[in-house]
């Protein structure tokens, strides 16, 4: 009988055994440096007296959730409605799906979400995306609560001026089977000043027209330090942030010893002295670069050049490395990757552990929950 291999035992099997013992690739998250990332970021949160939401889609985990949670976050942003259901099925009532939903299949998904949770609430930024949500709404017996997207500098979604929120606002408020909750931005990273002035200007239109805007919500990991700069918001969102990584250490949010995911890679060539070849391409890195030159930082070698990726190897130019130092065939390294949120919907399970010993084996419960 063949041996069986280290990674198809029982999830609850690993736990207590070394990182040693998983087949490579593999993410695995340190606990300490997560926890760490929960903690700092939630004192920050309660320092300065907002509700902190955090964005599932970077674990996408509800364990992970219910940790975060527990530490004082006051519900969830899910991106789409799949990823919703996820949590909903957990138990998650406070629900909020920041995209723009459209089409009678997804409508219709989503009536039946908001039917079985208290507080979901979703975002739209146009006339059409209302008028679907009013039609598939107007008679349900609880109404949609639905926040205007602003586009405060991101450059993504949203309207682009205070008066067009306060004009589709208006829209809601006289729509059938919606409520109106209030607004939403994600802006770019350190525009605090502009999404302030954004959100004032807004909010006083508002106010003059006798229409409440209960929540504001601010968002985004790189700069959320600088949350108290915008007074105006009443809640903060961030999802990268419980992981962190390459990209978010660059920007400033933290440094790369607070990156809690690393994805071990196992060396499987060495075809020259100055390259290496491993076992983790594009479908354990991710290929997203965001503006660097290489696919991930390796931790044990950081002078290695993670130069390219295929589907299944990743190469490494060791030409800056001493010869004594670089790798060899049968070694492992970790990578601290440019997108963590990406890699999560690359594995079907996180592996944690604490000193390198494996504590916990958790599925990726809403992998592949894209639409």
């Not at 991106?79 to 259901?85: C, D, L, N, P, R």
């Not at 390294?333 to 919907?345: A, D, E, G, L, M």
Request: some cysteine; glycine content about 8%.
């Amino acid at each position: 009988m063949a041996q069986q291999q280290p990674d198809l035992a029982p999830d609850d099997a690993l736990v207590g055994k070394p990182l040693s013992a998983l087949s490579t690739p593999q993410p695995v998250i340190d606990e300490a440096r997560l926890a760490a990332n929960i903690d700092r970021v939630q004192s920050y949160m309660d320092g300065i007296g907002k509700r902190f939401r955090p964005h599932i889609k970077t674990h996408k985990i509800p364990a992970l959730a219910r940790q975060q949670e527990a530490a004082g976050a006051l519900g969830i942003n899910c991106q789409k409605i799949t990823e919703a259901e996820v949590f909903a099925d957990a138990g998650f009532q406070d629900i909020l799906i920041t995209f723009n939903i459209l089409g009678s299949d997804k409508l219709e998904a989503l009536g039946a979400l908001n039917d079985r949770i208290s507080d979901l609430k979703v975002v739209a930024d146009s006339e059409t995306t209302l008028r679907g949500l009013s039609e598939a709404f107007a008679g349900h017996a609880r109404p949609l609560q639905v926040l205007v997207e602003c586009d405060t500098g991101g450059g993504r979604c949203g309207v682009q001026s205070p008066a067009q929120a306060v004009s589709l606002a208006e829209v809601i408020v006289a729509a059938p089977g919606l409520v109106f909750s209030g607004l939403l931005t994600y802006p770019r990273a350190h525009g605090e000043t502009e999404t302030e002035a954004f959100f004032a200007e807004a909010l006083a239109a508002l106010a003059d027209k006798g229409i409440d805007c209960p929540i504001r919500s601010n968002g985004g990991t790189p700069s959320l330090f600088d949350a108290h700069k915008v007074p105006s918001a009443t809640e903060h969102r961030a999802g990268t942030y419980i992981y962190s990584d390459r990209a978010m250490a660059r920007a400033g949010h933290g440094t790369l010893q607070d990156c809690a995911m690393h994805i071990l890679a196992t060396v499987v060539s060495r075809p020259t002295d100055t390259r290496a070849v491993i076992d983790a391409g594009s479908k354990a890195l991710t290929s997203d670069l965001l503006g660097f030159q290489d696919f991930g930082h390796v931790v044990e070698v950081p002078d290695a050049v993670i130069t390219g990726l295929s589907e299944e190897h990743g190469v490494l130019d060791l030409s800056n490395v001493s010869p004594d130092a670089r790798p060899q065939i049968g070694d492992r390294i970790r990578i601290i990757p440019n997108h963590t949120c990406v890699v999560s919907n690359l594995f079907d399970r996180m592996v944690f552990h604490e000193d390198g010993l494996i504590t916990r084996v958790l599925p990726v419960a809403a992998r592949g929950r894209v639409w």
